[in-house]
């Protein structure tokens, strides 16, 4: 079994990266910072052929299990994250074969922001986007933060989230 989770942050190395560090590291996974690939904007024109995106797709297509992580910006995914899973558009008309090949895999959450839960809906887009591509949404995990940083239980719910994907519990 291997778990993937993909970071898209204006912060590398800020909350959600601490968080899914704790995860990631925890269920022995590997984290893909989105800030360290070219991956643009989806492009009926296909302009884009030769960005990082399709590596980052075989990345998925090679997990069992693929976290998204994202702060939470304006009650929304970050950019990064949009404009990732923007480009999993490319999976369903330049790329079918990858895009099937993420069927049966298992999509988890990982999201932090200074509100005491995740604000309604936020899970929707992941949700959805698994379902489109028949793989199962496992469910979220929320780190809440101050000026201080992750609140400590945060770290600790981190690890009965990876125990969650390494039991292969939803």
Known sequence: MSTLAILGSSSPDGNTCAL?????????????????????PW????????????????????????????PVYWYAMSAQLKTFIDRFSDLITRNKEIGRSLAGKRTWLIATGSDETLPEGFEIPFALTSQYFQMHYSGALYGQTTDAGLLPIALEQ?????????????
């Open 158 to 170: 981190a690890k009965v989230f990876a125990g969650r994907i390494v039991n292969k519990q939803t």
């Open 20 to 40: 899914a560090r704790a995860v990631t590291s925890t269920c022995s996974g590997k984290l893909l910072d989105l800030s360290d690939y070219d991956v643009t």
């Open 43 to 70: 492009d009926y024109l296909a302009r884009n052929a030769g960005d990082d995106f399709f590596h980052l797709a075989r990345e998925m297509a090679a997990a069992t299990d693929i976290i998204f992580c994202t």
